[in-house]
């Protein structure tokens, strides 16, 4: 047992973080003409960390290290810590140009307390959660859009394109080398971002007949950049940067077909661009081993994501009076076998060479079964 006195593993705890998090908000929709329909809304929220915890202060917020250690402060239970607070505004309007043809914008702002921290260096990606606290600030951003919708007679089909771009401030990424996992001083293994965002999306959807289903194409880019003093120590030299969930390129199909009342079969395709990654480059010993030289911050990607479900549909029986009605539904998950890649990491004890290894998850066909009683 780790806990045993016999044992070689020493435990480690970190401390819980508590925090309280509510908002105020109100809203309002106005019909100005006919055509023409608004709606404005404003939300105050707040966010409040409080002890127990035991803490550092910094002399730089940008360089946080051993080295710029101030002050070592301890908070009991209940004793706040800091507080954060702000306005986030809501606007959106419709303008129909006929019945089947509309017009929607929108612009809302936000705030968000609770930070997720991605490293996808590791055999497996590693997310981190983490309040915002003394060292942390919260993340703050703003989105506008813009879309187009329209119908076709008796509602056989439905299209949409909406455009979007999206400013982030303060948003948290990872020094190169930071060790996220059981960090117990992550504000130091962390940099404060800015970003943007920006994309398109078009939708057809076909919700009636025998063959139903919709369709997607989305185009999209995030960048991030570090916005911290620490000139070429700053992560990617303080250069933009793809963020490590940018996939600019999002297809997807689900189609059902109905040949009967009693079945039918459904089909979906899921494609996507892989997500960035940083890879090294090159190698070279240092003390007792070798070291990794890493590539600019997420400038290569793992492969593309590809898959496609097929599944059959049977309901054995649509009597009204009957208490109960089954589905039966055979399908298979994955049908190409595409060993998608789960994560893509390196071996450093591989002598003179770099040898990557790339893990994939449901990597073959999966067939199932299931059946579903509804009363």
Same mark, same amino acid.
């Given at each position: 047992? &780790?806990?045993?006195?016999?044992?070689?593993?020493?435990?480690?705890?970190?401390?819980?973080?508590?925090?309280?998090?509510?908002?105020?908000?109100?809203?309002?929709?106005?019909?100005?003409?006919?055509?023409?329909?608004?709606?404005?809304?404003?939300?105050?929220?707040?966010?409040?960390?409080?002890?127990?915890?035991?803490?550092?202060?910094?002399?730089?917020?940008?360089?946080?290290?051993?080295?710029?250690?101030?002050?070592?402060?301890?908070?009991?239970?209940? +004793?706040?810590?800091?507080?954060?607070?702000?306005?986030?505004?809501?606007?959106?309007?419709?303008?129909?140009?006929?019945?089947?043809?509309?017009?929607?914008?929108?612009?809302?702002?936000?705030?968000?307390?609770?930070?997720?921290?991605?490293?996808?260096?590791?055999?497996?990606?590693?997310?981190?959660?983490?309040?915002?606290?003394?060292?942390?600030? &919260?993340?703050?951003?703003?989105?506008?859009?813009?879309?187009?919708?329209?119908?076709? +007679?008796?509602? +056989?089909?439905?299209?949409?394109?909406?455009?979007?771009?999206?400013?982030? =401030?303060?948003?948290?990424?990872?020094?190169?080398?930071?060790?996220?996992?059981?960090? &117990?001083?992550?504000?130091?293994?962390?940099?404060?971002?800015?970003?943007?965002?920006?994309?398109?999306?078009?939708? #057809?959807?076909?919700?009636?007949?025998?063959?139903?289903?919709?369709?997607?194409?989305?185009?999209?880019?995030?960048?991030?950049? =570090?916005?911290?003093?620490?000139?070429?120590?700053?992560?990617?030299?303080?250069?933009?940067?793809?963020?490590?969930?940018?996939?600019?390129?999002?297809?997807?199909?689900?189609?059902?077909?109905?040949?009967?009342?009693?079945?039918?079969?459904?089909?979906?395709?899921?494609?996507?661009?892989?997500?960035?990654?940083?890879?090294?480059?090159?190698?070279?010993?240092?003390?007792?081993?070798?070291?990794?030289?890493?590539?600019?911050?997420?400038?290569?990607? #793992?492969?593309?994501?590809?898959?496609?479900?097929?599944?059959?549909?049977?309901?054995?029986?649509?009597?009204?009076?009957?208490?109960?009605?089954?589905?039966?539904?055979?399908?298979?998950?994955?049908?190409?076998?595409? +060993?998608?890649?789960?994560?893509?990491?390196?071996?450093?004890?591989?002598?003179?060479? #770099?040898?990557?290894?790339?893990?994939?998850?449901?990597?073959?066909?999966?067939?199932? #079964?299931?059946?579903?009683?509804?009363?």
């Amino acid at each position: 047992m &780790p806990e045993g006195s016999e044992s070689l593993v020493t435990p480690r705890e970190l401390q819980n973080e508590k925090a309280f998090e509510g908002a105020l908000f109100i809203s309002d929709k106005w019909d100005l003409t006919d055509k023409l329909t608004l709606d404005l809304g404003l939300r105050y929220s707040f966010f409040s960390a409080f002890g127990p915890k035991d803490y550092y202060t910094y002399s730089s917020e940008s360089d946080r290290s051993e080295s710029t250690v101030i002050d070592y402060i301890h908070k009991d239970k209940w +004793k706040p810590i800091k507080f954060y607070g702000g306005p986030e505004y809501r606007l959106s309007m419709r303008y129909s140009i006929t019945d089947l043809f509309s017009v929607k914008a929108g612009f809302n702002s936000m705030r968000q307390y609770i930070h997720m921290l991605s490293n996808t260096t590791a055999i497996s990606p590693t997310d981190i959660w983490k309040l915002s606290d003394a060292n942390i600030v &919260p993340q703050k951003g703003w989105q506008a859009a813009f879309g187009l919708y329209t119908t076709t +007679k008796r509602a +056989k089909a439905e299209l949409s394109l909406e455009a979007y771009y999206k400013s982030m =401030d303060d948003y948290l990424d990872y020094k190169s080398g930071a060790v996220l996992t059981m960090n &117990p001083t992550i504000e130091r293994d962390v940099v404060r971002t800015e970003g943007k965002a920006y994309g398109v999306e078009f939708m #057809i959807k076909k919700p009636l007949g025998k063959l139903n289903g919709w369709m997607s194409y989305t185009y999209s880019k995030t960048m991030l950049r =570090d916005k911290s003093d620490r000139g070429d120590n700053a992560v990617n030299r303080g250069e933009w940067y793809a963020a490590a969930y940018d996939k600019p390129h999002d297809f997807k199909v689900v189609g059902n077909y109905r040949f009967t009342h009693r079945f039918s079969v459904s089909m979906n395709v899921d494609y996507s661009t892989g997500r960035p990654i940083t890879v090294p480059i090159s190698k070279y010993f240092y003390g007792n081993g070798y070291r990794f030289f890493y590539s600019d911050r997420n400038s290569y990607r #793992i492969p593309d994501y590809f898959r496609l479900d097929l599944s059959v549909n049977i309901e054995p029986s649509h009597y009204l009076k009957w208490l109960t009605h089954s589905t039966i539904t055979f399908g298979v998950y994955n049908v190409t076998g595409r +060993k998608n890649a789960y994560s893509i990491f390196f071996d450093a004890n591989s002598g003179s060479s #770099i040898k990557g290894y790339m893990l994939s998850i449901f990597g073959s066909p999966i067939p199932y #079964i299931n059946y579903n009683i509804k009363f």
